[in-house]
């Protein structure tokens, strides 16, 4: 506690430079791949559990989106061309935000620019995103220092962060709680199941991902994604990721 007063006195903040701080080495990120010595074998397509992973023009390609780092095309491809690096700044906005929403993003980050209001919902998560995202708000993490907080109503949000896939009971659920946001706000699909809607397969409680019912302005994969790519997410769509 001594340490954490010495720090808040000294820097204004709690927390340091994310990049500052070491990861630890069992840390599973970014899927890295080398197509160089490649054999071709598509062990690695066939033992991914969301099909996440493709051949395009004879090369490997990840959908991140729909990666749950599980390691298993790791252990599966037999030249040893895949491996996790440590990067977890995988966060992405749409497409609609990033190239043709241009002036929507600059009113939004106009807005937002000083502060950020989240409303969050599971709409059919496992919770483990769910317990990453309680981690924000923690001395540790802090995301309060980067003027960032949780309201219980939507009608005080600003962006609507949700976790899991799209369930059938829950989807009316995510429809009034979108409704009652004010606008212009911002979505951000939490995780795998709402980035891609393919962790759990096809089945008659499950509708899809998030972008199928709601506009969706941020991505942030993982399963679950951890705090940091959470608070890299944040600060991507106010435009201040160079601040960690």
């Keep these: ?13 709690v927390t340091e430079p994310y990049d500052k701080r070491q990861i630890p080495s069992r840390f599973r990120g970014q899927v890295v791949i080398g197509n160089d010595s490649c054999k071709n074998c598509c062990a690695c397509l066939a033992s991914c559990p969301t099909k996440a992973i493709s051949q395009q023009g004879g090369c490997l390609v990840i959908d ?8 298993e095309c790791v252990k599966h491809c037999e030249a040893q061309q895949l491996r996790h690096s440590t990067h977890y700044k995988l966060a992405t906005l749409s497409d609609n935000l990033a190239e043709t929403g241009t002036l929507l993003k600059e009113k939004i980050r106009t807005i ?24 924000l708000s923690n001395p540790f993490f ?8 949780f309201v219980a109503s939507p009608r005080h949000a600003d962006m609507l962060m949700i976790t899991g896939v799209v369930t059938r009971n829950l ?20 995780g795998a199941c709402a980035a891609s809607g ?5 089945t008659y409680a499950i ?5 199928e019912f709601v506009p969706v302005d941020i991505y942030v994969p993982g399963c679950p994604p951890r705090p940091q790519a959470l608070i890299y997410a944040l600060l991507l769509g106010l435009n201040k990721e160079d601040l960690i």
Excluded: W
């Design 142 to 149: 802090d995301i309060g220092q980067y003027g960032i907080d």
């Design 198 to 202: 393919q962790v759990f397969g096809n």
């Design 64 to 71: 991140h989106k729909a990666c749950i780092f599980c390691g």
């Design 112 to 135: 937002f620019g000083r502060s950020l209001h989240i409303r969050h919902v599971d709409i059919g998560s496992c919770n483990a995103c769910d317990f990453e995202m309680n981690a």
């Design 207 to 211: 509708n899809g991902s998030v972008d």
């Design 1 to 13: 506690m001594i340490n954490i007063l010495k720090q808040i006195t000294s820097i204004g903040m």
């Design 171 to 190: 989807t009316q659920a995510l429809f009034m709680t979108y409704e009652a946001m004010p606008t212009p706000n911002l979505v951000m699909a939490v």
